[in-house]
């Protein structure tokens, strides 16, 4: 598990005057960490609480959170033996709304407390919260921190990619399994087995189809659907450029131009 303490595992963070909200690298385990708490000058923390969220589970959210569309999230997490050996329930909330002033903000809060285990080790809340921070972030703070986020969870799979291709003889350093589990990438057919050959030559021409074609079935140039979320952008897109986007990632690369 990262260590709160270590400068590296911390990917952005956000302060107010009495609160205090850290997202911290976890990666390593397919996740990203959350750790918050109130404080006060002088006196340091009073109340702290963290959470683990799964990077699968939480890049949508934060596409929306960049884009400054309104969300609506929670997370269950839990451990079957918490510090005092009793379940432990921890709660993660996400949602949008307007602060005291009128104001456009996003809410996160964290809370921890009893639980109780059900199925095959899942735990849910057994009781109100013992622990419980609130965090507010005015709307173009949540869409900086959720770009920074992102920003890091594309350098964080493209490393693990990377690393994917042994330095000799091209055998894979870690399997397209643990890639999958660890940063939340498609799944593969059972029967495909992962490749890692040679990127193809120049010559190599990919399949394109006609701009108009494209548009007029709301597709990407390479023939993949437009998911609904992005039919806004993808119209935008292709006003400005006088094309539809080749694929999905041209498109959100300039969504965040």
Not at 76 to 96: C, H, M, N, T
Not at 226 to 239: F, K, M, S
């Amino acid at each position: 598990m990262p260590n709160d303490n270590k400068p590296d595992d911390k990917i952005v963070s956000h302060m107010t005057q009495s609160a205090f909200l850290h997202f911290l690298d976890a990666t390593g385990i397919g996740k990203v960490k959350l750790f918050a708490g109130h404080y006060k000058r002088g006196e340091g923390a009073n109340q702290t609480a963290r959470h683990y969220v799964d990077v699968r589970t939480v890049r949508p959210i934060l596409h929306d959170l960049a884009w400054g569309k309104k969300v609506e999230f929670t997370d269950f997490k839990g451990s079957a033996a918490g510090s005092d050996g009793q379940p432990e329930s921890r709660v993660l909330k996400i949602r949008s709304g307007a602060d005291r002033r009128g104001r456009e903000a996003v809410f996160i809060s964290l809370h921890a407390g009893p639980g109780a285990v059900v199925g095959e080790g899942a735990v849910k809340p057994a009781g109100s919260p013992t622990t419980e921070v609130n965090i507010v972030l005015l709307k173009e703070q949540a869409r900086e921190v959720a770009y920074d986020l992102l920003e890091f969870l594309t350098a964080a799979r493209t490393k693990l990619l990377l690393a994917g291709i042994a330095q000799h003889g091209g055998k894979p350093a870690i399997t397209m399994e643990a890639m999958v589990n660890e940063l939340g990438l498609p799944d593969l057919d059972e029967e495909e087995e992962p490749s890692f050959t040679p990127a193809p030559k120049p010559t190599a021409v990919l399949t394109r189809l006609d701009p108009l074609k494209a548009f007029a079935h709301k597709q990407y140039l390479n023939s993949e659907p437009v998911p609904e979320q992005y039919l806004t952008e993808y119209e935008q897109y292709t006003r400005e450029t006088g094309q539809p986007p080749f694929n999905q990632e041209a498109l959100i690369n300039r969504m965040y131009r």
